[in-house]
């Protein structure tokens, strides 16, 4: 039995729970928001406003929270155009909101991106052919970034892959690299250098726990612009599933 979660923290490290359940079965006693309203919470993003988007891998939808932990709407919320999300990430400019759909459980569905207006229209969908099991979706500069945990036509196996779109879905670049082992999400610094995490998934398609997909490969890759590797970070990092960076005191952290 697992509990899922989705929880704030402020500066000072005082947290606030959004949301939480069991994926027994047991919804646990949680603050701000109705429990029910996650299943399977895998990531979340936040809009201008700071409302709260989470990708609901197991409802096949992602919900939207106000700041204080209100839900606002769900966007797709009979599954009928997402097939086990894990990111979401919403445009600035826009407010469209971009969905990375795994496809766990069904190989003939997922592996694709769809795209939603506020009103949770479906106004695009884009991807297949080029994604393999991508995860979290980081909007830089107008572009979308996307991490493929493997190898495009492998479901469990070989280096993974970050493709590139513009905010209409038009593929326009692909890194790939030996050292992008499980990519799960990236971020960017003030220089316009990226950093990876990379996380081999320790599950392998059938349900089986391979533990050895982990180590030594759980780390975060450090590239430049033009996807060349500057450095790899293994101290402290552990079985994550995603990556921020923050300036502080003059300085990024990851």
Known sequence: TILQSVFSVDTQGTTSTLGSLNVGGNYSLSTNIITNSLSLPYLITIDAS??????????????????????????????????????????PDTQNIYVANWPYGDLTKGNNITVYDQDGNLINTFGTGELSWPNAITIHNGLLYVPNLYAL??????????????????????????????????????????????????????????????????NISKY?????????ITQGVGNADAIISK???GSYNI
């Open 50 to 91: 700071d409302n709260v988007y989470s990708a609901n891998a197991l409802a096949n939808n992602v919900t939207v929270y106000s700041p204080s932990g209100t839900l606002l709407k769900t966007i797709d919320p009979d599954g009928l155009s997402m097939f086990f999300p894990v990111g979401v990430a919403v445009d």
């Open 153 to 218: 036509g492998s479901n469990s196996s070989g280096p993974g892959f970050i493709t590139v779109y513009n905010m209409a879905g038009v593929l326009q670049t692909q890194y790939n690299s030996p050292t992008l082992s499980g990519p799960y999400s990236i971020t960017f610094d003030e220089d316009e250098n990226f950093y990876v995490l990379n996380n081999p998934n320790p599950i392998a398609v059938d349900g089986s726990y391979v533990p050895d997909n982990l180590d030594p490969y759980t």
């Open 224 to 232: 430049d612009s033009s996807g060349n590797l500057l450095q790899t």
């Open 247 to 249: 300036v502080v005191n």
